[in-house]
């Protein structure tokens, strides 16, 4: 069984759609992310999530709005999609506690491409 | 705020042979966690190995291991007897204990070439 998995692993839209990026994972962890990696392979943290509240918001624009339905789903969604959105989309998750500073374990990545 | 540098964007190394990635990082943290991540073609993050700031005993994980030098705040990856499944895409990474949501901070990478 897959641990965390997102759906799909690929996108391809046109500018102005508004797509959403789905994660869930198995493994009761409460903390759930999301991270982009840029077409120069850079990642960076987007949101985090711990039991459905919003820890993590960084500067990014409010086109993106992650949603948690439940521990175990953080979902992305992103309206008026622009060029400069195509990267690869990373779902991760940690446990609570100490157990949690020790480790993420990520999903295979969402290939967005905004044409 | 955390930053986390890797110098060499590209290295090689021969097949059986051992190469060093290096990385800096920087925190106003006094506890942290250093971590080093590959990414191969299939774009999965896979971690590599794990070393706890408190911990002065160097991390090892089958062949690979670390060198971490607290005071110049570095955190070298050493891969012994190189293989092919080997090459990929080497992310450093940084966790503060004490920063909210315990986000990673990650270098630029470096891509390791693996020649037979």
């Known amino acids: 069984d897959t641990a965390v998995s997102q759906t799909p692993k690929y996108l391809v839209t046109q500018m102005g759609n508004d797509k959403s990026i789905k994660c869930e994972q198995n493994?009761?962890?409460?903390?759930m992310y999301w991270y982009k990696q840029d077409s120069k392979k850079f990642l960076k943290i987007m949101f985090s999530?711990?039991?459905?509240?919003?820890?993590i918001n960084e500067t990014v624009p409010n086109r993106f709005s992650p949603k948690s339905p439940d521990k175990a789903h953080l979902n992305l969604h992103i309206n008026s999609l622009e060029l400069g959105d195509s990267a690869v989309y990373f779902c991760?998750?940690?446990?609570?506690?100490?157990?949690?500073?020790?480790?993420?374990?990520f999903g295979p990545g969402t290939r967005l491409t905004v044409l | 705020a955390q930053t986390v540098t890797q110098s060499q964007p590209e290295m090689s190394v021969q097949e059986a042979e051992t190469v060093t990635l290096s990385c800096t990082y920087d925190?106003?943290?006094?506890?942290?966690?250093l971590f080093w991540y590959k990414q191969p073609p299939s774009r999965q993050m896979i971690l590599v190995i794990r070393?706890?700031?408190?911990?002065?005993q160097n991390a090892t994980e089958n062949r690979f291991s670390v060198n971490f030098q607290k005071a110049a705040k570095s955190f070298s990856l050493k891969i012994s007897d190189s293989q092919l499944g080997d090459a990929a895409m080497y992310f450093c990474?940084?966790?503060?204990?004490?920063?909210?949501?315990?986000?990673?901070?990650f270098g630029e990478g470096t891509q390791l070439t693996v020649n037979p």
């Open positions: 991760a998750s940690s446990p609570k506690g100490l157990a949690g500073l020790r480790t993420q374990f």
């Open positions: 493994l009761g962890h409460d903390t």
């Open positions: 999530y711990n039991n459905k509240e919003l820890i």
């Open positions: 925190t106003s943290e006094s506890d942290y966690y």
């Open positions: 070393q706890e700031a408190y911990k002065q």
């Open positions: 990474a940084l966790m503060g204990r004490e920063t909210s949501g315990s986000r990673l901070t």
